[in-house]
């Protein structure tokens, strides 16, 4: 079984900073893209950013300069640290993982269950 948790979430005023945490755990042989997404309410999920396991990463424009992702191979952890926050920052950040279980497994995503961002004075 693998397991993915998100962490860090919280309240935090407008033009604060906070960083969120994802962690992977469990049966696993390697994991590939992690990212970033997130949903406020009455909206898609939308995807924020992600990184390679090589470390080469991508973001949605509208957080790019505010956002970093970043990750620990070893420790098999993705972050999001996110700066100059805004109230429409606001959502449920959910973590995603690309992840084979041994070294003959398909290619599988997992994704934890969400961390609560709130952004407001």
């Known amino acids: 079984q693998v397991q993915v948790v998100e962490s860090g979430g919280g309240l935090v005023q407008p033009g604060g900073s906070l960083r969120i945490s994802c962690a992977a755990s469990g049966s696993i042989f390697r994991i590939y893209t992690m990212g970033w997404y997130r949903q406020a309410p009455g909206k898609h999920r939308e995807l924020l950013a992600t990184?390679?396991?090589?470390?080469?990463?991508n973001y949605l424009e509208s957080v790019k300069g505010r956002f970093t992702i970043s990750r620990d191979n070893a420790k098999n952890t993705v972050y999001l640290q996110m700066n100059s926050l805004k109230p429409e920052d606001t959502a449920v950040y959910y973590c995603?993982?690309?992840?084979?279980?041994?070294?003959?497994?398909?290619?599988?995503?997992?994704w934890g269950q969400g961390t609560q961002v709130a952004v407001s004075s």
């Open positions: 990184i390679a396991a090589g470390g080469d990463t």
């Open positions: 995603n993982a690309e992840i084979r279980r041994w070294i003959g497994d398909s290619l599988n995503e997992y």
